[in-house]
């Protein structure tokens, strides 16, 4: 085995340079390890003890030792025991798997078995072998850690880079060294390269395994940096939610976490509050950490409270990190994460989440702060700039103004009561308020007043008497002044009602007129039906007797003309019932009752059925909806467009009458629908009115007052109607009942 010392040893700065430096980790690791007991710092350092073992015998030899046979043995196992306790380190980050393990130590042994039973000079395929079991472990292992470092952040993931790079160099010089040896090349021609790779990997693994404390330190500051940018980007937010939000994001992405809670601190049971229920104590040891503001890491659940077990197997995590949340000098909660596996320096990820929670504790500080301060100086404004804002309000303000203390007296008045009641302002200041009313209406003010101090509002009406001694009658709409729950005071708006006052005399004065109208349309409707209609029968009787006892001596010119003065006789008479009808539906009061509608159309149908008793007209009645009104007038409504409708659509091949309704705009909208004649839109404004029809006598009989009497009966009821037709395309009649305002394009 002259092989290895023979190249190994060659004098070369770059090699000492290289086994001074692994020999520093190990020493470094183990002292490490020495101080904080873990499983991962344990292999990390035995990692570096048994390439240290290699390289301490090898020095002993160079110095004159006789290490013989075994120590060779200890020097070669330490070189190729560093591959397996690599993947050994591994598997506590992935699930490496016992097979691949127990291959890979099997492989060593068989190795080491081989080496042992060798002669002075190792065969070329054993070195091969030898070579291949390093370099290829070695590689997957540097693949598996890239693989890792990408779902990490932050120093962690520049640790691990450097130790994949570590691993990767040193499978290379591995792989030179296995060249030189199997093709027997000289050691001058690849001794250059095989030291650069052997250096650049110790180098490597230095940086990614016990890093100096300034460089962390500069690769902190790094990633603090990147959050303390993102936190100016909310400086003037008052949201510490959103600071608390990107505190999780960074403690996230730097963690490599793949979920996160926030917990709210419980004083009182000096516990963490999740969003999902759970409740996470903070009992004594690592816990109490967290209210000193330091984060920790928990490697496993095992010890741990049930809820926090709960969280971790509801996020499918092995580890996790509590990272606490100050403001100020209490603790206000903790960032619960659980990061994807195991990690394999997680002293960084605390460092790092500890300067995260540091400062955003210090943001939150001043943030509190400011928005103190802000409060105060919103506070101090508000005061100052009150009084002032008060005599602006009332100066503005057009009604009359009256503010009252507790003890009745006048605190201040604006511009329109001095206006209105003609006293001065400094003439109303500090007076009693009940010197300015009579006694009847002083009592109405004590019993307002006594609301006020139970904080009610009202409004009001009473009389003031002004500086001349006039009455002015007043409405007061009152409301108690609450300064910090307590009623302090009064303020009254006051409204001057001597116009409204006038108003109503005027419209008592109307209504009265009114009434006697309405005395002198009953009389005239009274010599209307008894003054007209006589005259109106006599036409009809003498006309009848001529044609019943004369008809021999009449012609049949004669007789037709007779015939024709008795129908116009008897349709004008028609016609004056129709209008007193009409002009009677005016004076009718309005029942307004609950209404089943489906039950008054039904009602409806048969008062006019014998109408159109022989024709085929075909019903379909829709269910309609209840309303509010009056039950004879509405049911008269619906009477007068069914029977429009049949006698309109008569002459149809199947007359189809349609009665439903429909909601628009939150409004019901009735409607009776047929399939008749039609009519042209352009004269919808004829159609109601009184003796307007659009149809000749000889085709459609009637007096022209039926549609005009439905929207007087709409009218009354708060609504409206409107028709939809065409030429010999049937026509609909749409109306509401109450306050449903409906916009209707086809008239407007």
């Not at 002669?119 to 540097?142: D, N, R």
């Not at 095992?302 to 709960?310: K, S």
């Amino acid at each position: 085995m002259d092989w290895v010392p023979r190249i190994v040893n060659a004098p070369d700065v770059l090699t000492i340079l290289t086994q001074s430096l692994l020999v520093l980790i190990a020493v470094l690791t183990a002292a490490d390890w020495i101080r904080q007991r873990g499983r991962v710092r344990l292999k990390i350092s035995l990692l570096f003890l048994s390439l240290a073992s290699s390289i301490l015998i090898g020095l002993l030899t160079d110095l004159g030792f006789q290490v013989g046979q075994a120590g060779r043995l200890i020097s070669l196992a330490g070189m190729l025991a560093h591959p397996f306790l690599l993947l050994w380190l591994l598997s506590d980050l992935y699930p490496v798997g016992r097979l691949a393990l127990l291959a890979a130590a099997a492989g060593l042994a068989a190795l080491l078995l081989a080496f042992s039973l060798a002669a002075e000079a190792a065969p070329p395929a054993l070195v091969g072998l030898a070579v291949a079991y390093f370099a290829s472990i070695e590689v997957a292992a540097a693949l598996l850690i890239l693989r890792l470092a990408r779902i990490r952040q932050g120093v962690l993931r520049r640790r691990m880079v450097l130790v994949a790079a570590g691993s990767g160099l040193l499978a290379a010089a591995i792989m030179l060294l296995g060249l030189m040896v199997l093709l027997q090349l000289p050691p001058a021609w690849g001794q250059a390269g095989l030291a650069v790779l052997a250096s650049a990997s110790a180098i490597c693994y230095y940086l990614g395994f016990v890093p100096p404390g300034w460089l962390r330190r500069a690769w902190l500051l790094n990633e603090l940096e990147r959050f303390l940018s993102s936190a100016s980007a909310l400086a003037q937010d008052s949201d510490a939610r959103k600071l608390i939000e990107l505190l999780t994001e960074a403690a996230e992405r730097a963690t490599g976490s793949s979920a996160s809670m926030l917990g709210c601190h419980q004083p009182e049971t000096d516990s963490l509050a999740f969003a999902t229920g759970s409740e996470l104590p903070l009992e004594a040891g690592d816990h109490q950490s967290l209210l000193r503001g330091q984060s920790i890491h928990l490697s496993t659940f095992e010890e741990q409270p049930v809820a926090l077990r709960d969280l971790a197997s509801e996020s499918n995590a092995s580890s996790a990190y509590l990272m606490p949340i100050h403001a100020g000098p209490d603790m206000w909660g903790a960032v619960l994460l659980f990061p994807r596996g195991r990690t394999l320096f997680p002293w960084d990820d605390l460092a790092l989440l500890d300067l995260l929670g540091r400062q955003t504790s210090v943001q939150l500080g001043y943030r509190a702060l400011l928005e103190q301060e802000r409060h105060l100086s919103d506070a101090l404004k508000e005061q100052n700039n009150l009084l002032v804002r008060n005599e602006l309000y009332l100066a503005q303000m057009r009604d009359p103004v009256w503010i009252v203390d507790n003890d009745n007296r006048t605190v201040d008045v604006n511009p329109a009561f001095e206006a209105m009641f003609g006293f001065g302002r400094e003439e109303v200041l500090g007076r009693e308020v009940f010197g300015f009313f009579d006694e009847d209406n002083q009592a109405i003010l004590r019993a307002e007043f006594a609301r006020r101090a139970q904080g009610q509002t009202s409004t009001y009406e009473v009389s003031l008497t002004n500086k001349h001694g006039e009455s002015v009658p007043i409405i007061i709409t009152g409301s108690p002044i609450v300064q910090d729950g307590a009623v302090v005071g009064k303020i009254g708006v006051l409204k001057d009602i001597r116009a409204q006052k006038e108003l109503e005399a005027e419209l008592r004065m109307t209504a009265r007129r009114l009434e006697a109208v309405n005395h002198e349309l009953e009389a005239f409707s009274y010599s209307v039906s008894h003054d007209l209609r006589g005259p109106l029968r006599a036409v009809d009787g003498f006309s009848r007797i001529l044609l019943e006892e004369h008809a021999a001596d009449l012609d049949d010119e004669a007789r037709s003309m007779l015939e024709r003065i008795r129908a116009n006789a008897q349709r004008m008479g028609e016609m004056i019932t129709h209008l007193l009808a009409f002009s009677r539906l005016g004076r009718q009061g309005v029942d307004l009752q609950p209404l089943d509608v489906n039950a008054l159309v039904t009602e409806a149908l048969e008062e006019v059925q014998a109408e159109w008793e022989g024709s085929p007209v075909k019903i379909e009645l829709h269910s309609l909806p209840r309303c509010r009104g009056d039950r004879v007038l509405l049911k008269r409504v619906f009477a007068n467009l069914i029977s429009n409708a049949a006698k309109f659509s008569r002459h149809a091949v199947n007359p189809l009458i349609e009665i439903g309704a429909e909601a628009r705009n939150g409004a019901t909208v009735y409607y009776v629908k047929d399939n008749g004649v039609g009519f042209d839109m352009a004269y919808v404004d004829k159609l109601f009115g009184v003796f307007q029809r659009l149809h000749r006598q000889e085709d459609f009989e009637g007096t022209g007052v039926g549609l005009a009497t439905v929207q007087r009966i709409i009218h009354r009821h708060g609504g409206r109607i409107w028709p939809e037709s065409r030429p010999e395309a049937g026509a609909t009649f749409f109306f509401t009942i109450g306050q449903g305002e409906i916009h209707d394009r086809s008239v407007d």
